[in-house]
């Protein structure tokens, strides 16, 4: 017989249909009831299995089920009694009276409870286990969540003429301050890739390219060590655009987060829109950071404060006297400091194009007008102390690239993790990420990182055959 999900179940009162999925839980009344509450990818489901009923063998199979069976279940679908009723299910006027049950896999014991909410259990168990835990009522919904919200901002973005490109997770690095994961090259002894801690570069490459409107769902590589709630690889939604100054790229976005939150999380209230903007000298002086919670109510769970923080200083000072980039080296100066980028002078001075937008106090996203004169990136690389041969070796595609008819352009990345994890309440990234790494970036499920065998190291070159 054909399986029926359990969201369609209510409208087939009076029907016989077969539902499939996992006994959720079981409850044993006396010897002649058993209620199983049937859980599929759509729902859960109160099944009645009165034994008087059923064939000796269905019985037989209704007395060995236990918690996390996998079920094949026909019935028929009957309004609750009175007392039974729980109002504001979905499926909680109606049950279904077992009359065929069909047992097509066992289930060990769990090692935690799955249908409780697992945010208590100890994590190092939920991501050994995080198939099971993934089960759970919550972490289902976040993932569903996770799915709509990435399925609205492809929607939202073909639908302002962007086109989906995937860049190369193979490629060479980026200079955007973070350490990255390297991939040594079997065929090119003592040579390596890295992963990209973004598709900066291919994103403007593709801006000279013609493309225009350039969007991904980037997962995204950063070989740090453990800070706060960071994960190694994460995923952004990076986009890019030709021919824009910043106000196009922020009212782009900021029109994208208000739809997000009205079709998304539509409980939640934004607080002012549009989203303020604070310069960066205002935000470091009034509130001591450059991710400033402006919240008016830290107490409400459904308020949600964006906000926009601009100028940045292009250059900051490094620990040898030096001078390196704040945010993207990538960026334009501010009109008003070209000049002085140009000249290399006051170059503490500069200001960047770079805009970060900031929820309730966390950076959701970054971006910036882009350098797209050769000169001016060249200057850049020499502020920072580039040697010439530094800046051919590491830029020379860029800067050569951008000789070939670079269009103005600009774009931004926003943490697709975060948001999620705000607009669901949930107080880390890992709640919203399907399988993510502990803290200290480690797979306890798969068990990764790993060692390998001396063989693969050998044929990689990184130990000596
Ligand atoms: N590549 C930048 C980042 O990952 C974002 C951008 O400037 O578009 O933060």
Redesign the pocket.
């Known amino acids: 017989m054909e399986r029926t999900w359990i969201y369609n179940a209510a409208k087939m009162v009076g029907q016989t249909a077969t539902f499939k999925g996992w006994a959720k839980s079981v409850r044993v009344m006396g010897d002649k009831l058993a209620f199983i509450d049937l859980r599929d990818g759509s729902g859960v489901l109160q099944v009645v299995c009165y034994k008087p009923d059923l064939s000796p063998e269905v019985a037989a199979a209704v007395d060995s089920i236990n918690t996390e069976y996998v079920l094949e279940i026909e019935g028929e679908v009957k309004t609750r009694g009175a007392k039974q009723v729980k109002e504001g299910e979905p499926t909680g006027m109606i049950e279904l009276a077992a009359k065929r049950v069909v047992v097509l896999n066992t289930c060990e014991v769990p090692p935690f409870e799955i249908d409780k909410d697992t945010s208590g259990i100890n994590e190092e168990l939920r991501l050994k286990y995080r198939y099971l835990d993934l089960r759970s009522d919550r972490m289902h919904k976040n993932i569903w969540k996770r799915s709509a919200i990435t399925r609205f901002v492809r929607e939202h973005l073909y639908g302002e003429h962007f086109q989906e490109i995937e860049t190369p997770i193979l490629t060479k690095g980026t200079p ?1 301050g973070a350490r990255e994961f390297l991939v040594p090259s079997r065929v090119h002894p003592g040579k390596f890739y890295v992963l990209p801690q ?1 598709p ?1 570069q291919h994103k403007q490459l593709l801006m000279v390219a013609g493309t225009e409107r350039y969007f991904q769902i980037a997962r ?1 590589f950063r070989d740090e060590d453990q800070r706060g709630d960071r994960q190694p690889e994460f995923t ?1 939604v ?1 986009l890019e655009m030709s021919f824009v100054e910043r106000d196009d790229v922020m009212a782009l976005v900021e029109g994208m987060l208000i739809d997000l939150v009205k079709k998304q999380s539509p409980e939640k209230r934004i607080q002012q829109v549009p989203f303020p903007r604070i310069s960066y000298k205002e935000a470091m002086e009034k509130y001591g950071n450059d991710r400033p919670d402006i919240r008016e109510d830290k107490n409400d769970p459904n308020l949600l404060a964006f906000c926009w923080v601009i100028d940045f200083p292009f250059f900051e000072k490094t620990e040898d006297g030096g001078w390196t980039f704040t945010h ?1 080296p990538f960026s334009r100066a501010t009109p008003e400091h070209r000049e002085a980028l140009m000249e290399k002078k006051d170059v503490g001075s500069i200001l960047t194009s770079q805009y970060d937008i900031v929820l309730n106090g966390f950076e959701i996203g ?3 007008i882009r350098n797209h004169e050769p000169e001016a990136l060249k200057r850049v690389f020499e502020i920072m102390g580039f040697s010439d041969e530094d800046i051919q070796a590491q830029f020379g595609h860029m800067l050569e690239a951008f000789s070939f008819g670079a269009p103005p352009h600009g ?3 926003l943490g697709l993790d975060r948001i999620i994890a705000l607009l669901q309440d949930e107080p880390n990234i890992r709640e919203v990420i399907a399988f993510p790494k502990t803290g200290d970036a480690r797979d306890p499920m798969m068990g990764a990182p790993s060692e390998l065998p001396e063989k693969a190291l050998r044929e990689v070159h990184i130990k000596k055959a």
């Open positions: 955007e973004s900066q995204c952004q990076d993207n970054g971006g910036s774009g931004i990345a």
